[in-house]
């Protein structure tokens, strides 16, 4: 069974994710340095969202399907709570295709620094936000 | 048959005979090639004297290529080189790419044997059927760089083809302990300390140059293996990464699985990390890319300061360990410095990893009180102090001062020092260990503790596993989502060294560029070039048995189970980062081990194991008073 009941939920949660990150310039300001467009493919529960840093800020757009993406990266939606958590292990998720990615990869690999300080941020995030019932920590 | 050269090297330096013998194919069926093979002739070398020191004339060393080098196949450049190491007394080896085996294969031989010791330097000259010892005077205390250069000019004109150096550099001839062998400037077979054996032999360098081609029994069958492959690697984010930023593109993954070590094994995050990252590494010295034979991945890197304090010229790059240890371990985070470190390295022909984490030893020692400037030469060792710790390096490369303390390896300097400077240690069997934190993934704890030359995260595929690089399905235990932490990882211990031994020690794919294939691709591959018709049982078998021996010589050389535990500077848990409070349950996993493999209380392999693996020369030497029961009954 899924860790997210709905696909409702899950956008929810992964969305207010995205924007919080957009807002912590921590993270954001190398992320948009990349002025790379990502596709975020999930499945169980289905969902597709884009992460957009091309432009002045970082605009992220649920169901987005039109947008051509310079990255796609494709996984279930339970990889992706395990992996906002830095509990996956990213090398062996590639191997294994439990992760997909689509696009230049060195450029992929080199976001890698940026979003490192987003795992200390999900717990936290679940918790304030009322999602603490998805925090594994 | 295809894939041999079909001959190997004997040189006696001791009264300077060359012979060719020809190699045996039931033979080499039977072990298949690289550490196989070379295992198999040490032993038999040794076997009436087993006891002698590493820097003696009584300690064979032996250079084998595998039956794909020189294939012409992406990841098959490598070749291996085993002995007694000086640095730990223990059974020692090294795994090494670059251009040098190829051109052996290609000048008709599989392996080099080197037996006793010259009186003055020499150095082995091999131009096809023309091989012969020469006075290497004139190039013993040049460098490596400059031997390297001086060799390929002096020779090229007496030589079919442009020929390929492996050498010493002055280390290796002062015989620090862990000295290495250099080819192409930066190609190292780094690990063990086989440098030194070179040096009390007074050899200096094998220059070859081959003119032959190698068989391929099966051309067409590998054809459309490369075509298959090709899709495979295309597809592979592993080789992707370490295409565009070299082995160094584990410092932005291993920092976030808490692989990486800091500060001598005391943290495993740190702010600092990406100023030695690949981008950084991109934007302050990246100078091109290199590669090793026929290998389309070409994930060396070349690298250039251009002025500063660490001005170094464009060479070979530091790789990820190199990177970690002078970088992470040290605290240091100018990437230049590292750069800098990495080229005084592979001028004098040192081991990056033993010399950066002997370094950060040191650093400990001084930043506790035990050591002052005044044992240090002046140099203050703090922990980031590049200056000091580039000095240093340069210090253990000339045999010098402090460094030639830090010379005899850190266990022999933590002796020297004192005063409980042992807590320090990073080793495991005299090895300083590599730049993977077994506190991440607990079975690498084990495979570096019984590991038989010493702490070593190449010994077995258990890092390229456990770690996510390889997956090979038709392996159970090597496709298998263990839970975290220790449960199952003897067994997974067991598969990745008898895979292991196969894969990267006797076939010698390259456990980087390699990694993406199966073991159905890696076996065919095999069968295609050699023409044998090998299964997976078979090779693991051959595997298993080549693991067996490995241990044994180790045994034989005095190591037992007290050895196969881990230094306490690794089992302490951090109270931070991404490995917070993990330790790797040694006892839970060794006893575990022991008993998938069939040791003894003293870390031994039964004797009733080792005969019926074939292995009674060693089952003799481990156990002579069996065999001397057994020759008695015999009398009566």
Not at chain 2, 32 to 54: C, N
Not at chain 2, 352 to 365: E, H, L, N, P, Q
Not at chain 2, 561 to 569: I, N, W
């Amino acid at each position: 069974m899924s860790v997210f009941e709905s696909r409702e939920i899950f956008k929810e949660v992964i969305v207010g994710f995205f924007n919080l990150l957009g807002d912590t310039p921590l993270v954001a300001d190398k992320l948009m340095a990349s002025k790379m467009v990502i596709r975020f493919i999930y499945s169980d529960p289905d969902l597709a969202v884009v992460v957009d840093c091309s432009g002045d800020a970082m605009d992220v757009r649920p169901d987005d399907t039109d947008t051509k993406a310079l990255v796609e990266m494709s996984m279930k939606a339970d990889i992706a709570h395990k992996f906002w958590f830095g509990k996956v292990n990213l090398t062996m998720a590639l191997t294994r295709r439990q992760m997909v990615a689509k696009g230049p990869i060195p450029k992929i690999l080199k976001l890698l620094p940026a979003i490192k300080p987003s795992y200390a941020m999900y717990p936290k995030y679940l918790d304030e936000n009322g999602y603490s019932q998805y925090n594994i920590h | 048959m295809g894939g041999y050269a079909g001959n190997l090297l004997y040189v006696d330096l001791t009264n300077g005979q060359v012979q060719v013998k020809p190699l045996d194919m039931a033979f080499a069926r039977e072990n298949i090639g690289g550490l196989g093979i070379g295992t198999r002739i040490f032993l038999d070398l040794i076997k009436d004297k087993p006891q002698f020191e590493a820097l003696s004339a009584d300690n064979p060393f032996i250079l084998m290529t595998g039956p794909l080098t020189g294939c012409g196949m992406d990841a098959t450049a490598r070749w291996s080189v085993c002995s007694k190491s000086p640095l730990t007394g223990y059974w020692g080896d090294a795994n090494v790419g670059g251009h040098f085996g190829s051109r052996l294969k290609l000048a008709g031989y599989d392996g080099i044997v080197i037996t006793g010791a010259a009186e003055k330097p020499v150095c082995l000259f091999i131009n096809d059927q023309e091989v012969e010892l020469r006075d290497a005077s004139e190039y013993w205390g040049k460098d490596v760089y400059a031997t390297t250069d001086a060799l390929t000019k002096d020779f090229r004109d007496q030589s079919s083809k442009p020929g390929q150096v492996l050498t010493i550099g002055p280390a290796g001839e002062k015989q620090v302990r862990f000295a290495n062998l250099i080819n192409k400037k930066g190609h190292a077979a780094g690990r063990t300390g086989l440098g030194a054996v070179w040096g009390a032999k007074k050899l200096k360098a094998i220059y070859v140059a081959g003119s032959g081609e190698l068989d391929i029994a099966q051309p067409e069958k590998l054809k459309a293996l490369r075509k298959e492959l090709k899709e495979v690697y295309a597809d592979s984010i592993y080789i992707s990464s370490i295409q565009s930023a070299g082995t160094p593109a584990h410092l932005d993954v291993g920092i976030i699985a808490g692989d990486i070590p800091i500060k001598n094994w005391q943290m495993s995050d740190w702010d600092e990390i990406d100023e030695l990252g690949p981008a950084s590494i991109e934007e302050k010295i990246h100078a091109g890319d290199r590669t090793c034979y026929a290998c389309t991945v070409a994930c060396k890197k070349n690298a250039e300061v251009k002025e500063g304090p660490f001005k170094t010229p464009k060479g070979p790059g530091p790789e990820y360990e190199t990177v970690a240890a002078f970088g992470t371990m040290c605290l240091n985070s100018d990437i230049e410095s590292v750069a800098k470190a990495n080229e005084i390295c592979n001028r004098y022909g040192l081991d990056t990893i033993s010399c950066g984490a002997t370094i950060a030893f040191a650093i400990d020692c001084f930043e506790d009180g035990l050591l002052t400037t005044q044992e240090t030469d002046g140099l203050e060792l703090r922990w980031g102090n590049s200056a000091a710790i580039v000095a240093m390096a340069e210090k253990i490369g000339k045999n010098e001062g402090f460094g030639a303390i830090l010379a005899k390896g850190s266990v022999k300097a933590a002796e020297h020092i004192g005063k409980g400077a042992d807590q320090y240690l990073t080793t495991v069997k005299g090895l300083e260990s590599p730049m993977h934190d077994p506190r991440n993934t607990h079975g690498l704890g084990l495979a570096f503790g019984v590991s038989p030359r010493g702490a070593c995260h190449e010994a077995s595929l258990v890092y390229e596993v456990e770690g996510g690089a390889m997956y090979i399905p038709e392996l159970p235990e090597l496709a298998e989502d263990l839970p975290e932490g220790s449960r199952g990882r003897a067994r997974l211990n067991v598969a990745c060294q008898d895979y292991g031994m196969f894969f990267s020690h006797c076939a010698i794919f390259c456990n980087l560029g390699a990694a993406p294939l199966n073991a159905t691709q890696a076996v065919a591959m095999l069968n295609h070039v050699t023409g044998f018709d090998y299964t997976l049982d078979e090779v693991m078998k051959i595997g298993r048995r080549i693991w067996y021996l490995k241990r044994g010589l180790t045994n034989l050389f005095g190591a037992r189970a007290k050895d196969d535990r881990l230094p306490a500077r690794l089992m302490t848990p951090l109270n931070e980062g991404p490995t917070q409070g993990s330790v790797p349950d040694m006892e839970l996993m060794l006893k575990a081990f022991y008993k998938l493999r069939g040791l003894d209380e003293d870390g031994l392999p039964q004797e009733a194991v080792l005969r019926e693996l074939g292995l009674a020369d060693l089952a003799d030497l481990l156990y002579p008073e069996a065999e001397q029961t057994a020759l008695s009954s015999k009398e009566v």
